[in-house]
């Protein structure tokens, strides 16, 4: 068949090209947006007299055809139509006859794949936005249980402070949430109706962008015909957010690895997220989590791909920018299927609370409790450092812990220490003691739990 673009040529497009330029392998993607945005245009082409109101129920009628027959498998994308753009026209002109080829009217393949990319995008941005949000529920959830679970917190990767797991967990908690303000903000840059723009100059034809907005649930158009399809930042800004969110599930991954270890031992993964060694037969692998850390690097690169892709085009238009379509696919599948998987693996594993308390008691987590302890007593806060730091090398070279000294022993390094230093430096009471607003204190925990439940319930409402 030849091309919808072919007057000007000679000669058929060498075939070894046509497989080159072509994109309808994976823009076929797009088909509903492309066919929901066709039909938008055909509806305004009528109601502004640029075609006739029957011709404009043609096209719709036709339209909404192509899109059953989509949807219902019976139709075969061909190359040689190159992309989803010219594969919908030409089924819709097999259909329709010559009305058919009034579709296009006052519209480039350059606004038009502007116009699917970004409902593309808004749709995604939602449903990420709502996986985010049951992954914040089920860390909420599993926080509850988990207020009194006390862990060492740690920095340098060596045990530092006493905290709960409720409050490890809430710390992605906000990380997840911050995710999913990220990618509200960037759905309201997203969210502006780009038809009209043309091929990269507007067009003579009076259309009524605005309808063509309202009848696709844009709030808003765009104001620059060339911006309007030169423009992917929208999709830039996504994977950025995407590989953020990619960031946090990974550092938490690496933590339930470790967690997991038989050196940690404070988690154990359930079977069905775990796998086995073809080889050694009592190992049980955390594959998932280290698969999503994994992937964590195609996310990135996928961000890389489209700024690499964008950074040196003149305006407007550049075929480069086809380029942007696998990537920015690639990155919402990979983002998704990880949300999905990652949340199923931490409802289902089993906490070992008595091996994080017992881990917390060890490696002087309360060393700083004791410091405080000095400093409530009068001592300036370096001076009280220095003293624990001794008290401390003398509980190493003895192989005891801060608890197991006695008050005469105490009494060398600080006359002013009394009976109840034991109390301050009790592991529970190290973590009670920590009440500040966002501490790990239970009370603390209780308001910051209450402070996401209320943010996941005004979100929902919101995100639209
Ligand atoms: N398949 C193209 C893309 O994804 C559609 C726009 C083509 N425009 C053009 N002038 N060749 O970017």
Not at 88 to 99: C, M, N, P, S
Not at 392 to 414: D, G, I, M, T
Request: with cysteine.
């Amino acid at each position: 068949m030849s091309k919808l673009w072919s007057g000007r040529f000679q000669k058929e497009t060498d075939c070894l090209v046509e497989d080159f330029h072509s994109s309808i392998s994976f823009d076929k993607r797009l088909y509903k947006y492309d066919i929901k945005g066709s039909i938008a245009h055909a509806q305004m082409l009528g109601r502004t007299g640029i075609i006739s109101a029957a011709e404009s129920e043609e096209l719709v009628r036709g339209l909404e055809e192509v899109l059953s027959d989509i949807d219902g498998g019976r139709v075969e994308f061909t190359v040689s139509a190159e992309d989803i753009h010219m594969n919908v026209e030409q089924l819709l002109t097999a259909k329709v006859g010559e009305v058919g080829k009034k579709l296009h009217t006052a519209r480039s393949r350059n606004d038009q794949v502007a116009l699917d990319i970004r409902m593309y995008v808004k749709d995604e941005i939602d449903q990420v936005g709502a996986l985010l949000r049951q992954l914040q529920a089920d860390l909420l959830s599993l926080a509850e249980k988990h207020m009194d679970t006390v862990m060492p917190g740690y920095t340098h990767l060596q045990r530092a402070q006493p905290v709960t797991f409720a409050h490890h967990l809430l710390a992605y908690c906000q990380m997840f949430g911050r995710d999913e303000a990220r990618l509200r903000d960037c759905r309201r840059r997203t969210d502006e109706m780009p038809l009209g723009a043309g091929a990269l100059a507007g067009t003579t034809f009076p259309l009524d962008r605005e309808f063509v907005a309202d009848q696709l649930g844009f709030s808003s158009i765009t104001w620059n015909s060339l911006d309007a399809v030169s423009d992917r930042d929208f999709a830039v800004e996504f994977t950025a957010a995407a590989s953020l969110i990619m960031v946090h599930l990974s550092r938490f991954c690496e933590e339930i690895i470790l967690w997991s270890t038989a050196e940690f031992d404070f988690i154990e993964l359930d079977d069905a997220y775990s796998t086995g060694s073809s080889m050694m037969p009592q190992k049980k692998n955390p594959d998932v989590a280290e698969l999503i850390r994994g992937k964590s690097g195609r996310v990135f690169g996928d961000l890389q791909a489209l700024l690499t892709m964008l950074k040196g085009l003149p305006l407007a238009y550049n075929k480069d920018m086809q380029e942007d379509k696998e990537s920015l696919f690639d990155a919402v599948d990979t983002v998704k299927k990880c949300l999905l998987v990652f949340g199923r693996m931490i409802n289902t594993m089993r906490v070992k609370k008595d091996n994080m308390a017992a881990a917390a008691k060890g490696g002087f987590t309360c060393a700083t409790d004791l410091a405080d302890y000095l400093v409530r007593k009068g001592v300036p806060f370096r001076e009280a450092h220095a003293v624990v730091g001794k008290a401390v090398f003398y509980c190493l070279e003895q192989a005891r812990n801060l608890e197991q000294l006695s008050l005469e022993e105490y009494k060398k390094f600080s006359p002013l220490v009394e009976e109840d230093v034991y109390e301050a430096i009790n592991i529970k009471c190290c973590v009670e003691a920590r009440r500040l607003t966002g501490g790990p204190a239970a009370k603390a925990v209780i308001d910051a739990i209450d402070k996401i439940r209320q943010r996941l319930a005004g979100g929902k409402a919101s995100s639209r």
